[in-house]
């Protein structure tokens, strides 16, 4: 069965910003986290992204800055020897009504269809609390991330049923810990 692993970007892959990432030169890789994706792409994993992207509906940035982004991004990580399968965002604003802006469950629904893998259980991780909660009613396992919005995340109180998930200091931390796990 083809291991998956869904990610989110911004506070996961690379730093967040409140002003948004708007072009190439503002997207910098939390530390350890391009070679965190490599290592699991080479250990076998599917390694997907799923991250809402409103910048566009808001008119920071378009669409194909936005491509220029994530072919930066992936050139960094197959750079390490690994690839990322796939980009997945929500464009919309949080007013435009539309299923696949997280917390709704759209981009992975999005990714079962282009995909066709396994979603049940995949590993999603997130910095915010509307990531958990998309992996949650998509069927992943939630996975909370410290880096990015994380430790904010998690000192605002996880809901109940949220409350059990793992939690990681950051990418790389949880890819030492999977890989560490499947080798076991
Ligand atoms: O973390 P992911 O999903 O990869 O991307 C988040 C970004 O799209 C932006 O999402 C915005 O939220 P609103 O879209 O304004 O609610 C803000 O949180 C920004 O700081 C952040 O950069
Ligand atoms: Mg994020
Ligand atoms: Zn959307």
């Given at each position: 069965m083809?291991?998956?692993?869904?990610?989110?970007?911004?506070g996961?892959?690379n730093?967040?910003?409140d002003?948004?990432?708007?072009?190439v030169?503002e997207c910098?890789?939390v530390?350890?986290?391009i070679?965190?994706?490599a290592?699991?792409?080479k250990?076998?994993y599917?390694?997907?992204v799923?991250?809402n992207?409103?910048?566009?509906?808001?008119g920071?940035?378009d669409e194909?800055v936005?491509?220029?982004?994530?072919?930066?991004?992936?050139?960094?990580?197959?750079?390490a020897?690994?690839?990322?399968?796939?980009f997945?965002?929500?464009p919309?604003g949080?007013?435009?009504?539309?299923?696949?802006?997280?917390?709704?469950?759209?981009?992975?629904e999005?990714?079962v269809q282009?995909l066709?893998?396994?979603?049940?259980?995949?590993p999603?991780?997130?910095?915010?609390?509307?990531d958990l909660?998309?992996a949650?009613?998509?069927?992943c396992?939630?996975?909370l991330?410290?880096?990015?919005?994380?430790?904010?995340?998690l000192d605002?109180?996880l809901p109940?049923?949220l409350?059990n998930?793992?939690?990681?200091?950051?990418?790389a931390?949880?890819?030492?810990?999977q890989l560490?796990?499947?080798?076991s």
């Amino acid at each position: 069965m083809t291991k998956l692993v869904i990610l989110d970007r911004d506070g996961v892959i690379n730093e967040d910003s409140d002003a948004f990432i708007k072009s190439v030169d503002e997207c910098i890789p939390v530390p350890g986290s391009i070679d965190a994706i490599a290592r699991l792409s080479k250990a076998g994993y599917q390694v997907v992204v799923a991250t809402n992207q409103s910048g566009i509906a808001r008119g920071l940035f378009d669409e194909f800055v936005l491509a220029r982004i994530h072919q930066s991004i992936n050139d960094q990580v197959e750079a390490a020897g690994g690839i990322i399968t796939g980009f997945f965002y929500c464009p919309h604003g949080p007013d435009d009504g539309c299923r696949c802006r997280k917390p709704l469950p759209g981009l992975v629904e999005e990714i079962v269809q282009q995909l066709t893998v396994t979603v049940s259980n995949a590993p999603f991780l997130g910095d915010s609390l509307r990531d958990l909660q998309a992996a949650q009613s998509a069927g992943c396992e939630p996975v909370l991330v410290l880096s990015g919005k994380g430790q904010a995340t998690l000192d605002a109180g996880l809901p109940a049923d949220l409350a059990n998930i793992r939690i990681y200091p950051d990418l790389a931390a949880f890819s030492d810990s999977q890989l560490g796990v499947d080798q076991s």
